[in-house]
């Protein structure tokens, strides 16, 4: 990252602790780094962990810090903002995590002028694996930016989007990873009905799920081509495959992410 900006956290839930562990990690100065959480107990020990400071007022910190990331529910980050809106300033980078409230509603809260950030992480930044979206308002510049992706990137990948496409995000990557989940657990299931342990089933099924990942990502080819690569004519893969094609998997999916996708447009709304 280049220049040190003091970032404070206002929140210390499992994202907040996610974001902290990656930033520290990646060598921030922890002297630069400030959080604050509602119970304070959470905050010290998190301090003693981490070697950063535990602040004890929302006021402090907003004074305090030059970057604010809010990791609060949905429910009540308007209130956050309406209660600090006297001591934000218009050169911070405010960040909000929380799905559903969009810049818009964030800037009525503030101000069109305050540099405003909505950001969409998901569960597996809890291991460094995170996949994050990050959108922005007019007044935000290049420099600031980068330093967000910079912040998103320490752990996982953070992609810039318009806010347009915030649904689908949530779709494809803050909900998908319960739609993983449940596609590891049938592996399993199914492995387990031929006699494997469920221990080892699991074992299995996950690190064939993260490898084959791991070959979309680092190959760049498309998904067809490396399934083509496993599929035999006539072999156990394509027997499976046409299985899995026969009994929905592909429309089932398809139609998971449209329904989240509308979830959360109707979510966003009320």
Same mark, same amino acid.
Request: glycine content about 8%; charged content about 20%; overall charge negative.
């Given at each position: 990252?280049?220049?040190?900006?003091?970032?404070?956290?206002?929140?210390?839930?499992?994202?907040?602790?996610?974001?902290?562990?990656?930033?520290?990690?990646?060598?921030?100065?922890?002297?630069?780094?400030?959080?604050?959480?509602?119970?304070?107990?959470?905050?010290?020990?998190?301090?003693?962990? &981490?070697?950063?400071?535990?602040?004890?007022?929302?006021?402090?910190?907003?004074?305090?810090?030059?970057?604010?990331?809010?990791?609060?529910?949905?429910?009540?980050?308007?209130?956050?903002?309406?209660?600090?809106?006297?001591?934000?300033?218009?050169?911070?980078?405010? =960040?909000?995590?929380?799905?559903?409230?969009?810049?818009?509603?964030?800037?009525?809260?503030?101000?069109?002028?305050?540099?405003?950030?909505?950001?969409?992480?998901?569960?597996?930044?809890?291991?460094?694996? #995170?996949?994050?979206?990050?959108?922005?308002?007019?007044?935000?510049?290049?420099?600031?930016?980068?330093?967000?992706?910079? =912040?998103?990137?320490?752990?996982?990948?953070?992609?810039?989007?318009?806010?347009?496409?915030?649904?689908?995000?949530?779709?494809?990557?803050?909900?998908?990873?319960?739609?993983? &989940?449940?596609?590891?657990?049938?592996?399993?299931? #199914?492995?387990? @009905?031929?006699?494997?342990?469920?221990?080892?089933?699991?074992?299995?099924?996950?690190?064939?799920?993260?490898? @084959?990942?791991?070959?979309?990502?680092?190959?760049?080819?498309?998904?067809?081509?490396?399934?083509?690569?496993?599929?035999?004519?006539?072999?156990?893969? =394509?027997?499976?495959?046409?299985?899995?094609?026969?009994?929905?998997?592909?429309?089932?999916?398809?139609?998971?992410?449209?329904?989240?996708?509308?979830?959360?447009?109707?979510?966003?709304?009320?």
């Amino acid at each position: 990252m280049s220049a040190v900006r003091k970032i404070g956290f206002y929140g210390m839930g499992n994202m907040g602790q996610a974001m902290l562990k990656g930033l520290v990690k990646a060598g921030y100065p922890v002297d630069d780094l400030l959080i604050y959480n509602r119970h304070g107990a959470v905050a010290e020990k998190l301090a003693a962990e &981490y070697g950063v400071t535990a602040i004890q007022t929302p006021e402090e910190l907003a004074k305090a810090s030059q970057v604010i990331l809010f990791a609060v529910k949905p429910a009540i980050l308007p209130g956050i903002l309406q209660a600090l809106a006297p001591v934000l300033t218009k050169e911070q980078s405010l =960040i909000s995590v929380a799905a559903g409230i969009s810049l818009g509603q964030m800037a009525d809260l503030l101000s069109q002028e305050h540099k405003l950030f909505r950001v969409m992480p998901n569960t597996p930044a809890l291991v460094g694996e #995170g996949m994050s979206a990050v959108a922005h308002n007019e007044p935000v510049t290049v420099e600031e930016v980068q330093e967000v992706l910079g =912040i998103f990137n320490s752990f996982g990948k953070a992609e810039l989007v318009e806010e347009k496409l915030i649904d689908a995000v949530v779709a494809v990557a803050g909900s998908a990873p319960a739609y993983v &989940y449940l596609f590891i657990e049938a592996l399993a299931d #199914g492995a387990v @009905s031929e006699g494997m342990s469920r221990e080892m089933a699991y074992e299995f099924a996950a690190q064939t799920v993260l490898g @084959s990942a791991q070959m979309v990502l680092k190959t760049k080819a498309h998904p067809g081509v490396l399934k083509d690569q496993v599929t035999s004519p006539g072999g156990t893969t =394509i027997a499976a495959v046409k299985e899995l094609e026969d009994r929905g998997l592909r429309s089932a999916v398809i139609n998971a992410v449209k329904v989240a996708a509308q979830k959360n447009r109707e979510m966003s709304q009320q």
